[in-house]
């Protein structure tokens, strides 16, 4: 794989001090005449040669760059796709297939939250009948105890002790201090049944998760302390995986991180920004592959873990790296995992700023034997921004993002 390698000016700014690298996914190109200032597409131009750079810019450099480089690449060529809106709430970060109602009936569970304005969310169903335009309603919620305020971020579905159940990660009224929780729903027709919840002092920053074949469930947290600046700014890796069993959910009130302690264990640690986190199902799919992949936002790397009986993830490798990785489906009867990318991490931050700027999207589809990896879907983000998952269903790509209130389902020529 090929890195730009970008050198930063110390605080005193009269030499170079430190050199970070940023990598370069598969089919792009870095660009060194790109990276400074605010004058092409990407917001940079170059430094006159001899300016000293005072701690402030140092800083801005150091934050741009580390980690968030590929921004100055081009996208990667990519089938031209076909693709329409089906309008949703906003923020719908992530999304998973529902076959409760049988294989007839298939629908998408939608989790919807403004983010940008830290709003009440919902869980929102869109129906996916053959010969009919997906349409998208709101999915009622009952049961849960008062005063909870819904805001919800990644999360799963899968069949647990015969009941199709929804688990999905809270972050509760405060974005930064929560209290964060993985609320659990048993999935009706038409409507979401309470069941419990789990809160573990491990929660830092939540989140992705994935259920298992006996109702535990893996977390990942993007920060060791969330919203962190400097995590974030020089890539650090202190970040993690939790691990909790189904003892860890609490029927009734919200769950208290003491009472969950006993089932959560710090699964996996020293990752840069964890994110999405997937738990491989044997070929029959009635239970698990004993192996979870987790992709990291700011390390830009896709791991496999090989999971021990307790739920400790080791022997850790990497499967493919590519900028910014997101969240993860798997494709292909398991055979590949499907990953979204965002290359310019300079452009997702001004899209969260500001929603009227394109952040460009990729949708990678990688075969989990060799690494491999295919171009789904790539666009500079003028007809999706920030794209944060995907997935495909009979013949259709399926494409989920961070803040603007519509999905896409593009078809496509060739199914992974």
Not at 169 to 192: M, Q, S, T
Not at 319 to 346: K, R, T, W
Request: hydrophobic letters at 35%; proline letters at 7%; glycine letters at 10%.
């Amino acid at each position: 794989m090929n890195r730009f390698e970008t050198k930063i000016l110390n605080t005193a700014g009269d030499q170079n001090s430190d050199i970070f690298e940023a990598p370069v996914p598969p089919g792009f190109t870095a660009n060194p005449e790109c990276w400074y200032g605010s004058n092409n597409s990407h917001g940079f131009a170059k430094r006159p040669p001899g300016t000293r750079s005072p701690l402030m810019a140092g800083m801005l450099v150091a934050f741009l760059f580390t980690g968030l480089l590929a921004g100055c690449a081009s996208l990667p060529p990519a089938p031209k796709n076909s693709c329409q809106r089906i309008p949703v709430g906003p923020g719908p970060e992530d999304f998973a297939m529902d076959f409760s109602r049988g294989s007839e009936m298939p629908r998408i569970l939608v989790s919807s939250h403004e983010r940008r304005n830290w709003e009440r969310g919902e869980i929102y169903t869109v129906d996916l009948h053959k010969g009919k335009t997906p349409s998208a309603q709101i999915l009622p919620r009952r049961g849960e105890p008062e005063g909870l305020f819904f805001s919800p971020h990644g999360m799963d579905i899968r069949e647990v002790d015969g009941q199709p159940q929804l688990y999905i990660i809270n972050h509760g009224p405060d974005k930064e201090a929560g209290p964060h929780h993985i609320l659990v729903y048993r999935i009706f027709p038409a409507h979401l049944q309470y069941v419990g919840s789990a809160a573990s002092e491990f929660f830092f920053s939540p989140n992705d998760l994935a259920i298992d074949a006996q109702g535990g469930f893996y977390v990942s947290n993007d920060a060791r302390s969330r919203g962190s600046f400097i995590e974030m700014a020089l890539s650090l890796s202190r970040s993690s995986v939790v691990f909790c069993t189904g003892e860890s959910i609490r029927p009734g009130p919200l769950a208290t991180a003491g009472e969950s302690e006993e089932n959560c264990i710090l699964a996996a640690e020293d990752l840069a920004s964890a994110n999405g986190v997937a738990i491989q199902r044997k070929p029959d799919g009635q239970g698990d592959s004993g192996t979870v992949f987790v992709a990291t936002s700011r390390g830009n790397n896709l791991y496999n873990f090989d999971r021990e009986a307790n739920g400790e993830l080791v022997k850790r490798k990497v499967l493919f790296e590519a900028s910014i990785l997101d969240n993860l489906f798997f494709a292909n009867n398991g055979a590949e995992l499907i990953v979204a990318s965002h290359p310019s991490g300079l452009d997702f931050l001004r899209h969260l700023a500001d929603g009227t700027v394109p952040s460009p999207s990729v949708i990678y589809s990688v075969n989990l034997e060799d690494g491999n990896a295919r171009t789904l879907y790539a666009n500079s983000g003028e007809e999706l921004s920030a794209a944060s998952g995907a997935f495909v269903f009979q013949g259709d790509l399926y494409i989920s993002q961070v803040f603007e209130p519509f999905l896409l389902r593009c078809q496509i020529s060739e199914e992974p």
